[in-house]
């Protein structure tokens, strides 16, 4: 029987239910929609990087609706997490056996005028009755968090990648339009917002206090509020909730691409800066052991997901192109905005001063060589393929095993005077 453990129980209670249930209790038991929604509202991070995209997606997809059910009838969907091995009578064992003193989280949906101090009841009645015995749940144990829409997000499209490919060259140009502004990082020293893949990573739902405080925080910071806000962060492409998010949003994603080979030898770069042996030391043979690690770790299955989500919504551009007026007049019309003024100065940024050339420059070992061309072929391949869906020139530096080779003092990849005058940049 649905709710047969609130009147057993009312005597631990906090709440008011001798002589006849509060509002919100009242409204609870008018309904047989309220109570838990049998779906996930978080992942564990053993699941977000273990579980099929599939999987995932059928995941988020019943938050989505779950919420959507709940809104629907009145209620507020809510995040709730609680230990059980809690305290209790003869039903501890039995409680702490089931669930393997693993702590449970669940989705609950509430009538939505049900405070936060009144959902320890209603929950442990409806745990109470899916297990089959009372649970005891301490109301101070119990987190709970209202869940918000990710469709209550105003942002328009997204910067998502590929890192080392030049997109932050791209979100600085694409700022140079004066209808277009980006979200701000909350942590001052980072310069792309890493508020899908860190703040909020594992959550199939935002909860709405972090929601209201990126909210709050980049409205407060916005120069007009009708300009068309966008989100930058290199490594979003590779987050599968974040992608599905964004196609929650309606979000148009902007993803650059560069050749592989100049982007491992960038990454190689990046992690030797500061080492007591510098990025030049990094052989032809390291690079094949990265090329091999980024390959097996699905990165590529990632980029076909978002093709597959988003279709011709996903915008691809290849970094040789981002020095171009024409590459953002052919983006801004598809974020209803007009083309780039006139007058206007390309930047382009690198993530050092320290111009450098790769091994890949003057190796002459061709057997390492081909191997490399080998490991790297099917980004290559993945590269060419959504350049040609795009309807993009495929240039042929897409193929070649080269990376920094023309970089120096006079190349164009240096930090142009107009992009410090942006005042991004120290």
């Not at 869940?147 to 490919?165: M, T, Y």
């Not at 095993?401 to 120096?408: E, M, V, Y």
Request: charged share 20%; hydrophobic share 40%.
């Amino acid at each position: 029987m649905r709710h047969l453990y609130i009147s057993l129980a009312c005597g631990a209670w906090t709440v008011i239910c001798a002589d006849e249930p509060n509002p919100c209790e009242t409204r609870y038991l008018e309904n047989s929609g309220f109570g838990g929604t049998g779906c996930r509202v978080t992942l564990q991070s053993g699941e977000y990087y273990s579980l099929p995209f599939t999987q995932i997606e059928e995941i988020f997809a019943a938050a989505v609706h779950a919420l959507e059910d709940c809104r629907a009838i009145g209620g507020l969907l809510w995040s709730v997490e609680f230990p059980t091995n809690t305290s209790g009578t003869n039903s501890r064992a039995r409680w702490e056996k089931a669930t393997f003193l693993r702590p449970m989280g669940i989705g609950f949906c509430a009538p939505g005028i049900c405070k936060r101090r009144q959902l320890p009841p209603l929950v442990e009645d409806y745990v109470s009755n899916y297990m089959g015995f009372q649970a005891e749940i301490p109301p101070q144990r119990m987190k709970c968090a209202e869940l918000s829409s990710w469709k209550d997000f105003n942002i328009q499209f997204a910067v998502i990648g590929l890192d080392h490919c030049g997109t932050t060259s791209a979100r600085m140009n694409l700022g140079l339009h004066p209808e277009v502004e980006f979200s701000k990082s909350q942590v001052s020293s980072l310069f792309e917002d890493t508020f899908f893949t860190w703040g909020l990573k594992w959550s199939l739902l935002p909860p709405r206090y972090l929601q209201k405080g990126w909210l709050e925080f980049n409205d407060a910071r916005r120069q007009r509020s009708s300009s068309v806000l966008g989100i930058h962060n290199a490594i979003l492409w590779s987050h599968s909730v974040a992608r599905l998010a964004l196609r929650q949003m309606n979000a148009r994603p902007l993803l650059i691409i560069c050749s592989p080979a100049r982007r491992l030898s960038s990454m190689a770069m990046l992690g030797h800066m500061g080492a007591s042996q510098g990025p030049e030391t990094v052989t032809v043979a390291d690079l094949i052991r990265d090329a091999e690690a980024d390959v097996a770790s699905m990165s590529i299955a990632h980029l076909k997901e978002w093709r597959r989500l988003f279709g011709d919504l996903l915008l691809v551009i290849h970094q040789e192109a981002l020095m171009e007026i024409d590459t953002y007049n052919r983006v801004f019309p598809l974020l209803g905005l007009g083309p780039m003024p006139a007058g206007i100065s390309l930047g382009r940024f690198h993530v050092s001063s320290h111009h450098w050339k790769s091994r890949l420059c003057h190796s002459k070992d061709q057997a390492l060589l081909h191997q490399l061309n080998r490991t790297l072929r099917p980004w290559m391949i993945a590269s060419h393929q959504l350049l040609q869906q795009s309807s993009q020139d495929i240039p042929s530096s897409l193929w070649q095993l080269q990376g920094h080779c023309n970089d120096g003092p006079d190349s164009r990849l240096k930090v142009s005077s107009g992009v410090r005058r942006l005042g991004l940049l120290s």
